[in-house]
C-alpha cells in the first residue's frame, strides 16, 4: 500500500518552502492554493504576506518565483494582478502521480490516517414492532455511507444500532401475546421479512384495541411493564419474541436498501437498562443533575422554553421511570469506557438537536465527554415530496420504506429494459441492475444533498440518465467498461512523456483529486462533497469523450494506451468512490 501525495499538496509543499526561502521575515506562510479556471492552481497568499510586510505584493511574488524549482512539476508560473501566482503543472508530472495511484490497487494511492482512533457511529435506529418508513432512509444511507468512508481512512470503526427495543408500550404487547400464545409463530417454523411485519402489525392492533376498550387489560398491561423491567423471566422470553420477530423484518429491509446489519452491532435501548440507576447516581452525586418537583434534571442557562422558564433534561421522572437522557448518557459511559471510543457520531432528525445538545453537555458536566472525547450529531434534515412538505401516501399516512424501494426499483428496471437490447443484457441482468440503479438512485438522492437540508423525493429525476444522480454516474462507469471491452489488444498504459489535450489533465487533475476530497469528506462528515467529486469526475469524463477520442487508428498506440490509462483510472475511481457511498456499479447498462 503506498500513499501517494497528491499533485496540490506536492505544489502547495514547494510554494511554502519558496516563501520561507524568499522571505525569511515572514516565517510560516500558507500560499492558499486552490485551483483556477486562469492555470491549474492560483496562489492567493502573497497579498496577506504583503501586508503584513508592508510590502508590494508583485515584488514578493517575483522573489516567491525565483525561488521555486522549474522543470519536474512546474511547467509555468505567472504573476498575475496584485500579487497572484497562476500556475500551469508539467503533463509528465500529471501522468506520473495518475500512474503511481493506478499502481495502489483498490486503494489508488489515498493514505490511510496515521493516528487513527475509534469511532463509534449510531444509526439506522428503527423500533421494534414498528414498520419502518421514510422517516428512517436518511439515518440508515447516510450512517452507511460514513462507517464505508471513515473505514476506508483507516478509522476504527464500531457500528451501533439503537434500536428502540425497550419502553411501556411493551407491557402492552407480551400481555397480549401471554393470554393469545401463538400469534407470532409462523407455519413451517420460519418467516420472511413481510410474514414478520404482518404478524406484528397483527399483534400490536389487537392489543391496541384490548388496551383502549378494556380497564382491566390495561391495568395488567402496566404490571407487565414493572415485571419486564424487573426481569421477570417468562416476560423477558416474550419480550424476546418481539425482538427476534423484528429483527427478521428489519433484516429483509437492509437487505432490500443493499447494506449489512449485523447482529452484534444491534445494542438497543434495552443493552443500557442495566446501567441506568448507576448513570443517575453519578450525575446527582457530582451535582451535575439536581432533583426537581421529584425528577432527576439537568439545567442550562441558554435552553429556555416559550415563557422564558428554563427547560431540563429530565434523566430520571417523578415516577421514578427512566427517560431517553438516561439510556443515552449510558450508551455514552458504556461506549467511552467500555469501547474505548474517541468520537461519537449519531446519525439522528435534525429535530432532535436540543436533546443532543443537552445529553451532550451532560456528558461533559459528568466528565465522560472531553479534548480528547468527541461527539458530534449528523443532524439531517426532512424527506420531502414534490409539493415540498413532508413525504406522505395519497391517503396522508407515511410511506412505507419497503413500498418506495420497491418502486424505485421498479422505476429503475423499466430504464434498464428500455436500453438493454443496445448492450444485450439477459433477463437475470435485467432484473439484477435494475435493483442496483432503483437502489443507487435512492441513496444518491439521499446523499448528494447536504445532509442537514431537506430535499425532494422525485423517482422521475432520480432514475434519470441525466443530470447529477446515480445512473449517469453508473452509466458513464459501464460505458468505459465497454470501451475497455472493445480496445482488444490495446491495453492501458501510462505514457508520462506524452502531451496531454485540455479535456484529458482536467480530468488528470480532477482524478488527483480524490484522496483530498475523501479526507474533507471523513473529517467533516459530509458524504455529500464525495456524491459532487464523483458527479463532476463523470462530467469530465463527458468531455474527454467528446474532445478526445479514445479508440482510434488515426492515433498513435501509446496515445491509445495512454487513453486507455486514464479511462481505467477514472473507472475505478468512480467503481471506489460510490462503493463508498454504499452504491453499485454494474460492469453492463
Not at 500560499?31 to 504583503?50: E, W
Not at 427517560?323 to 474505548?340: C, E, F, H, M, P
Not at 494506451?561 to 447498462?589: C, D, S, W, Y
Amino acid at each position: 500500500m503506498a500513499s501517494v501525495p497528491s499533485l496540490a499538496s506536492t505544489l502547495q509543499q514547494q510554494l511554502a518552502d519558496a516563501l520561507t526561502a524568499a522571505l525569511p521575515e515572514a516565517g510560516t506562510a500558507d500560499p492558499l492554493l486552490r485551483r483556477s479556471d486562469r492555470a491549474d492552481f492560483q496562489a492567493n497568499g502573497i497579498l496577506a504576506l504583503a501586508k503584513k510586510l508592508k510590502g508590494n505584493p508583485r515584488e514578493l511574488a517575483s522573489k516567491v518565483t525565483a525561488a521555486l524549482p522549474t522543470g519536474a512539476l512546474i511547467k509555468d508560473i505567472e504573476v498575475s494582478g496584485p500579487g497572484f501566482l497562476n500556475v500551469t503543472l508539467t503533463d509528465r508530472a500529471i501522468t506520473e502521480t495518475l500512474a503511481a495511484r493506478a499502481a495502489d490497487g483498490d486503494r489508488l494511492g489515498v493514505p490511510l490516517k496515521s493516528a487513527a482512533g475509534t469511532t463509534v457511529i449510531d444509526y439506522a435506529q428503527p423500533n421494534v414492532a414498528k414498520e419502518m418508513h421514510v422517516g428512517h432512509l436518511r439515518s440508515a444511507v447516510i450512517g452507511d455511507a460514513m462507517v464505508q468512508i471513515l473505514e476506508f481512512t483507516g478509522e476504527n470503526v464500531v457500528r451501533r444500532h439503537h434500536i428502540g427495543d425497550w419502553g411501556t408500550q411493551f407491557g402492552m404487547l407480551i400481555q397480549y401475546l401471554f393470554e393469545h400464545p401463538g400469534e407470532l409463530e409462523h407455519e413451517g417454523g420460519k418467516a420472511d421479512g413481510e410474514a414478520a411485519m404482518s404478524s406484528l402489525n397483527r399483534v400490536y392492533k389487537a392489543s391496541r384495541v384490548l388496551f383502549d376498550s378494556d380497564e382491566e387489560f390495561k391495568a395488567r398491561s402496566r404490571d407487565r411493564v414493572v415485571a419486564l423491567q424487573a426481569g421477570d423471566p417468562e416476560t423477558l422470553a416474550l419480550w424476546q419474541g418481539f425482538v427476534d420477530e423484528s429483527k427478521i423484518y428489519f433484516y429483509s429491509v437492509f437487505n432490500k436498501l443493499d447494506m449489512e446489519i449485523a447482529d452484534p452491532d444491534i445494542v438497543g435501548e434495552s443493552g443500557y437498562n442495566d446501567m441506568l440507576e448507576e448513570t443517575c447516581r453519578i450525575l446527582e452525586e457530582t451535582g451535575v443533575a439536581v432533583r426537581s418537583e421529584g425528577a432527576l434534571c439537568v439545567f442550562f442557562d441558554d435552553v429556555k422554553g416559550p415563557d422564558g422558564n428554563p427547560v431540563p433534561l429530565i434523566v430520571k421522572k417523578t415516577n421514578g421511570g427512566y427517560g431517553y437522557a438516561a439510556t443515552d448518557l449510558s450508551a455514552i459511559r458504556d461506549r467511552v469506557q467500555n469501547l474505548k471510543a474517541d468520537t461519537l457520531v449519531y446519525v439522528v432528525d435534525a429535530r432532535q438537536s436540543l436533546h443532543f445538545k443537552m445529553v451532550f453537555e451532560t456528558a461533559r458536566r459528568a466528565g465522560w465527554l472531553n479534548e480528547d472525547v468527541k461527539a458530534h450529531q449528523l443532524a439531517f434534515g426532512t424527506v420531502l415530496g414534490k409539493d415540498g412538505k413532508p413525504f406522505k401516501t395519497r391517503e396522508g399516512t407515511t410511506v412505507r420504506l419497503e413500498d418506495l424501494l420497491d418502486e424505485a426499483v421498479e422505476r429503475a428496471t423499466a430504464v434498464v429494459r428500455e436500453k438493454a437490447g443496445k448492450v444485450g443484457l439477459s433477463e437475470e441482468e435485467i432484473v439484477e441492475n435494475g435493483r442496483y440503479v432503483g437502489v443507487g438512485a435512492v441513496k444518491y438522492a439521499d446523499l448528494s444533498t447536504s445532509a442537514v437540508r431537506d430535499y425532494k423525493f422525485d423517482l422521475d429525476q432520480m432514475v434519470s440518465l441525466n443530470g447529477d444522480t446515480s445512473v449517469y454516474l453508473q452509466y458513464a462507469y459501464a460505458r468505459i467498461r465497454s470501451i475497455l471491452r472493445k480496445a482488444g489488444d490495446a491495453k492501458p498504459a501510462a505514457h508520462p512523456e506524452l502531451d496531454l489535450a485540455p479535456a484529458e489533465r482536467a480530468l488528470g487533475l480532477h482524478l488527483d483529486q480524490f484522496g483530498a476530497v475523501l479526507e474533507e469528506v471523513a473529517e467533516g462528515y459530509e458524504p455529500h462533497k464525495l456524491a459532487a467529486y464523483l458527479y463532476q469526475l463523470a462530467s469530465h469524463l463527458t468531455t474527454f469523450y467528446d474532445q478526445c477520442q479514445v479508440l482510434s487508428d488515426e492515433n498513435p498506440a501509446e496515445v491509445v494506451e495512454n487513453r486507455l490509462f486514464i479511462v481505467e483510472l477514472t473507472a475505478r475511481t468512480l467503481h471506489q468512490g460510490m462503493k463508498l457511498l454504499g452504491i453499485r456499479t454494474p460492469e453492463r447498462l
